[in-house]
């Protein structure tokens, strides 16, 4: 039994029947290969038989009495693998969208909160004879880092179906009473406000900081909440979702990165920059002003890794789409995430989760709820126009019951005011694109998913224009170089003979010896 952070409690209060708070995986798998053939039921066997080493693919929620506390973790006694892994056929001809539009059907239902909050959906009848395993995760049990982390124990590293070691037995733990739970909540609360009072301390130092830092002309600066501009998908959203994917090569990225000398993170924000300037543009619709991405960072330590919390904050960056030139924008884009690191810093990276701690249940959910019911988003300039986040994954193939994973689009939750989320994924060379949208907010997401190879191959373009210039740059600085070598060697010469003539000049002009002024050592002094 253990209860929930106040970071993972806020993802179920921010929850709305708008606003779902899952994120979801689509990993597209070649069965061709697979050892005795595929078989839904055998893909079942294998999730059913490592659930154990996911801990909380068991647990489920329990709430606290009045709500006065965040909910507790507790190992389900009722569980059944029946309730979280299901089958369904992708609509013929079985493609790319095809598969995005029923991704977006079944990112569309929340979690069912009296159950362990997961689900894993096999998807048969897709092109070339794959399938797809969808899984739908609630954000309060997972981020993007841990939740990667914890489909691993899904995976092998050979086709070969490895045996997971068996389970421990361990007794059912008594749940506490509601008399037990109402007890230590209250006493929570009454030890929170001392401990607010010395947070609220540290946060004013922290916010002085970022005012210094904001003041100082010379240091770069992030974007700031608030100060984005409005697009059609900015504002108040619905439940239905769809969904699109892309796929890039990791080597051309990385040579994007080396040629620019900036960040992985820096290019896959500067291809979606390019690729919006080129969605929004077609509408007629880009902005004057650059849009803002909200850009999740991990602040897990080395030594909270194998958690499954969130461990998680956000920093703000422009993504300079009303620079044309993608070399351009992406210099602006590097320069912007350094600053916006920096700022991120300065506050402090356990900032949010330590305020989240204070988080009241009911206060915040009713909070939520009624933004939503209002349509707020509809009122106010946009806090940031879209979420983009980029999680590493394996350089290396990996196996899910001897089928090979072709690839893997992750898909984070859109939010009020932010109807569009991108997320990224790096798998054996590739960097895949998930787009999560809220479909009336977005209906033509695959004219924007469409975009990112086109504003990746400018950047590509780019990239080579400006190797040929520093190499171009290089060149002449080396002939400049030479061509002050060669003249240093003139003067040095020239300064040679020089010397030279004016020291044969000295020799001529000594005055001859005189044998009256020899040394005295061979002359006898008088004996007296």
Not at 112 to 128: K, M, Q, T, Y
Not at 164 to 173: F, L, N, Q, V
Not at 200 to 206: C, G, I
Not at 477 to 495: F, L, N, T, W
């Amino acid at each position: 039994m253990e209860r929930l952070s106040g970071l993972d409690a806020s993802f179920l209060y921010l929850e709305t029947p708008q606003m779902h708070m899952h994120v979801a995986m689509v990993a597209v798998l070649d069965p061709s290969e697979m050892p005795g053939g595929y078989s839904f039921e055998r893909m079942t066997e294998l999730i059913e038989s490592r659930i154990h080493l996911v801990p909380p693919m068991r647990r489920r929620l329990l709430e606290v009495p009045f709500s006065l506390h965040h909910p507790l973790w507790i190992d389900d006694p009722h569980f059944d693998i029946i309730h979280h892994v299901r089958r369904v056929a992708c609509p013929a001809p079985g493609g790319m969208r095809e598969l995005g539009a029923l991704a977006g059907r079944i990112t569309s239902t929340p979690l069912d909160r009296s159950r362990p909050l997961w689900e894993a959906w096999v998807i048969e009848g897709l092109e070339n004879g794959h399938v797809a395993i969808l899984c739908k995760v609630h954000h309060c049990t997972v981020d993007g880092a841990s939740g990667a982390g914890l489909l691993v124990h899904l995976f092998d590293l050979q086709r070969q179906v490895s045996s997971p070691p068996a389970p421990r037995k361990k007794a059912i733990a008594d749940l506490p009473s509601q008399g037990d739970m109402v007890r230590y909540a209250l006493l929570s609360r009454v030890k929170q406000p001392v401990e607010a009072a010395k947070l609220a301390t540290r946060t004013v130092r922290a916010v002085s900081d970022l005012i210094k830092l904001r003041r100082d002309p010379e240091a770069q600066h992030g974007a700031a909440p608030l100060t984005a501009p409005r697009t059609h998908f900015n504002g108040a959203i619905t439940a239905k979702r769809n969904a699109a994917f892309a796929r890039l090569p990791l080597d051309g990225i990385k040579t994007i990165k080396r040629a620019f000398d900036c960040k992985v993170n820096d290019v896959v924000l500067a291809v979606c920059a390019g690729a919006l300037r080129r969605y929004l543009a077609a509408r007629n619709e880009l902005p004057d002003i650059p849009l803002i991405a909200a850009v999740p960072i991990s602040v897990r330590a080395s030594s909270e890794k194998g958690q499954s919390n969130n461990k998680v904050s956000a920093m703000f960056t422009s993504l300079a789409t009303h620079v044309e030139d993608p070399g351009e924008r992406l210099l602006a884009i590097s320069a912007t995430t350094r600053g916006a690191k920096e700022e991120h810093n300065a506050i402090g990276a356990d900032m949010l989760q330590n305020w989240a701690e204070f988080a009241a249940p009911t206060t915040f959910n009713l909070a939520a709820r009624f933004y939503t019911r209002l349509k707020l988003a509809d009122r106010h300039r946009p806090i940031h126009n879209l979420v983009i986040s980029n999680v590493p994954g394996p350089p290396f193939p990996i196996y899910m019951a001897g089928a090979e994973l072709v690839a893997a689009y992750p898909m984070g939750p859109v939010m009020e005011g932010a109807a569009l989320n991108i997320t990224v994924m790096s798998y054996k060379g590739s960097v895949d694109f998930g787009f999560m949208v809220a479909a009336d907010s977005m209906p033509d997401v695959w004219d924007l998913a469409d975009q990112i190879e086109p504003a990746y191959l400018e950047l590509i373009e780019a990239a080579q224009r400006r190797a040929e210039d520093l190499a171009q740059d290089a060149m002449v600085a080396a002939q400049k170089a030479s061509a002050k070598a060669r003249s240093a060697i003139e003067v040095a010469a020239s300064v040679g003979q020089v010397a030279k003539e004016l020291g044969v000049a000295a020799v001529e002009g000594e005055p001859e010896d005189d044998p009256q002024h020899q040394d005295g050592d061979d002359a006898q002094p008088d004996a007296q």
